[in-house]
């Protein structure tokens, strides 16, 4: 006995400008979570410099020292310690910028991405780097950078590429930071920052399902 179709015609699917809206309310409202995220981040990065200032005691013994075992808690520490309010400030701006995009596509992918941009880039110095200490969010900076860039391509997202094309056309200049050289800058923290970035766009890239084709057998 064959099939046919019945004749009922499928429901109707929402509209092309229901679709457009309902886009422009998630990236409205997800520009609006990831601003507060970021303004929340860089507000303790200054608090704890403000009182790291303010108290005798030195913070900076937190992060991370290199080739010691006690030196391995500074990895989770390090991003929210400064050698002083120019380090702070450096780096504000960057952290800012690239952190709010990073955040802009989903917040729960961009606090994983940063646990595993601040892991990957403190395992780096830890490893890598000559014996003292290391602190700063530019590993955090670095890492963003490589998220935003590399993002669209593993996921295959128009606006995503865009964004990132448009993010290392404007920053292609803190490539030079992975490089040794200067003075005073842990460019290990950077490079791995990076690594770690690029690692975390790729792991957190939205696996697209393939489609099913439906076969109707002939009447």
């Known amino acids: 006995m064959s099939e046919h179709a019945t004749g009922v015609a499928p429901p109707a699917g929402p509209s092309s400008g229901d679709v457009v ?7 409205v409202t ?3 979570g990831a601003a507060i995220v970021i303004f929340l981040l860089v507000a303790v990065e200054w608090a704890v410099e403000v009182v790291d200032y303010v108290l005798p005691q030195d913070f900076d013994q937190y992060g991370i020292a290199s080739h010691e075992v006690n030196g391995l808690r500074g990895i989770l520490l390090a991003p929210f310690l400064h050698a002083g309010f120019a380090h702070l400030m450096a780096n504000t701006v960057p952290l800012a910028i690239l952190g709010f995009l990073a955040a802009l596509r989903g917040l729960g992918r961009f ?7 601040i892991v990957v880039s403190g395992l780096g110095v830890w490893f890598f780097s000559p014996p003292g ?15 935003v860039v ?20 404007l920053y292609y200049s803190l490539i030079w930071g992975v490089l040794p050289g200067q003075p005073g800058i842990s460019w290990q923290g950077h490079l791995f920052g990076l690594v770690g970035g ?10 697209r399902r393939a489609r099913r084709v439906e076969i109707r057998p002939a009447p």
């Open 21 to 27: 809206k309902r886009r422009v309310v998630g990236l």
């Open 150 to 169: 590399t993002r669209g391509m593993f996921d295959r997202h128009l606006f995503d590429i865009v964004l990132g094309i448009g993010v290392a056309v």
């Open 133 to 147: 200490l290391t602190v700063g969010a530019s590993g955090l900076v670095f890492g963003y950078f490589g998220y």
């Open 30 to 32: 997800g520009a609006l």
């Open 198 to 207: 690029v690692f975390a766009a790729w792991a957190l890239r939205r696996r």
């Open 111 to 117: 606090f994983v991405a940063s646990l595993i941009i």
